[in-house]
């Protein structure tokens, strides 16, 4: 009887350690997916805030005010976030923001500060190195490495419902209905197979995977918590890029 309730003592306690172990290691997780968010959060706040296009920079301008866009976006999550992956969504919206004043810089001819970290599917994605475009349903749509008059919505790469589109300036943010996942989704889907689909079997979009269609959403980018330098860069630039939850490697 004595080696039984021994036993049971045993076990009991053995129980309690691995319960109070994870419930530790939980709390952990959480105060570190709080912290990240907000570091990232402040990062950007410092760019959009010490940041300001020249009134004839509209692809500056625009960018700059995507970038302000996600700021509050960001802010407004954290305020609501009681778990890590709900962090983890600030922590993305804020890394958007970053990737959005980067472009502004960029198209103010500004050095664009430190990199930021990639978003879910970015890598595979790649980036515009030359001018495309396409027609759907009358209407025309453009997009270029750089931005010009007409190109100044900038996208910074990653899935649009499943699909890649890689990084660059639009003539319009025609991505945001399908990120959004409201009508005119449609539409963006035919952009991407008239306009990007070719772009990427003509050798138009570097950077990217040999088949970026396929498993489109299995990037994981990099590491939301790569070492910041502190940059004045990043950028909003307006799409509701990427799933943060499944995407960043914490």
Do not use: C
Not at 16 to 42: G, I, P, Q, T
Not at 60 to 70: I, P, S, T
Not at 110 to 133: M, N, T
Not at 196 to 215: F, I, R, S, T
């Amino acid at each position: 009887m004595g080696l039984w309730l021994t036993l049971l003592v045993i076990a009991i306690a053995v129980i309690a350690f691995v319960v109070y172990s994870n419930k530790k290691r939980a709390e952990r997780e959480l105060a570190d997916a709080e912290a990240e968010a907000r570091r990232l959060y402040e990062r950007l706040g410092g760019q959009t805030m010490n940041l300001t296009a020249p009134g004839d920079n509209l692809a500056a301008g625009q960018a700059l005010a995507d970038a302000g866009e996600r700021y509050t976006a960001a802010g407004s999550q954290l305020d609501s976030a009681a778990s890590v992956h709900q962090y983890r969504l600030a922590a993305e919206t804020a890394v958007e923001g970053l990737h959005y004043v980067r472009a502004g810089r960029e198209a103010m001819g500004i050095d664009p500060g430190p990199d930021v970290p990639l978003l879910p599917g970015q890598a595979r994605a790649g980036s515009l190195k030359e001018p495309v475009s396409a027609e759907v349903e009358g209407q025309a749509y453009t997009g270029s490495p750089s931005p010009t008059a007409d190109n100044r919505h900038y996208y910074p790469g990653g899935n649009v419902d499943g699909r890649p589109v890689p990084s660059g300036w639009y003539n319009t943010p025609w991505w945001k209905p399908a990120l959004a996942g409201v009508g005119g989704a449609l539409v963006g889907m035919m952009v991407i197979d008239a306009m990007l689909m070719p772009a990427y079997a003509g050798g138009m979009v570097e950077g990217a995977a040999e088949d970026p269609g396929a498993d489109a959403g299995g990037d994981a980018g990099a590491d939301v918590g790569a070492e910041d330098t502190g940059d004045m860069g990043g950028d909003f630039g307006g799409d509701m890029g990427g799933d943060f939850g499944g995407g960043f490697d914490f």
